[in-house]
């Protein structure tokens, strides 16, 4: 089993950058998809980016693609979600998942994922 712990949420103004750390143990890391969703208040769970097992080729939502870069080091068990020009609607609770998989391959539904970390919060203002 597996347990994910993220790191690097605050408060930014609009147009700054954070970068989120999602720390795996208990697991090969490595043979794990990993996903990246975000949750407002009164709102679902979004799906934000993600990226497959192995070397990881990514995907990254519309809302975030050209702002957002995922990555992911096998070797210290941990991925990152790189945001930057970080807008108002970009606030929300951040949450990395991940599951095991045989294939390469990336998964953007959020039922897809068997472990959840507790979230970082990322909150924008001015």
């Known amino acids: 089993q597996i347990h994910l712990v993220e790191s690097g949420g605050g408060m930014v103004q609009p147009g700054g950058s954070l970068r989120l750390s999602c720390l795996a143990s208990g697991g090969a890391f490595s043979d794990y998809a990993v996903g990246w969703f975000r949750q407002a208040p009164g709102k679902e769970r979004e799906f934000v980016a993600a990226?497959?097992?192995?070397?990881?080729?990514?995907s990254l939502a519309h809302s975030v693609k050209g702002r957002a870069t995922m990555s992911r080091d096998n070797g210290l068990n941990t991925v990152y979600l790189q945001m930057t020009n970080l807008k108002f609607e970009d606030t929300a609770t951040y949450y990395c998942?991940?599951?095991?998989?045989?294939?390469?391959?990336?998964?953007?539904?959020?039922?897809?994922?068997?472990?959840w970390g507790q979230g970082t919060q990322v909150t924008v203002s001015s």
């Open positions: 998942a991940a599951v095991p998989v045989s294939a390469s391959r990336w998964l953007v539904d959020p039922s897809s994922y068997d472990y």
């Open positions: 990226t497959s097992r192995g070397a990881g080729t990514t």
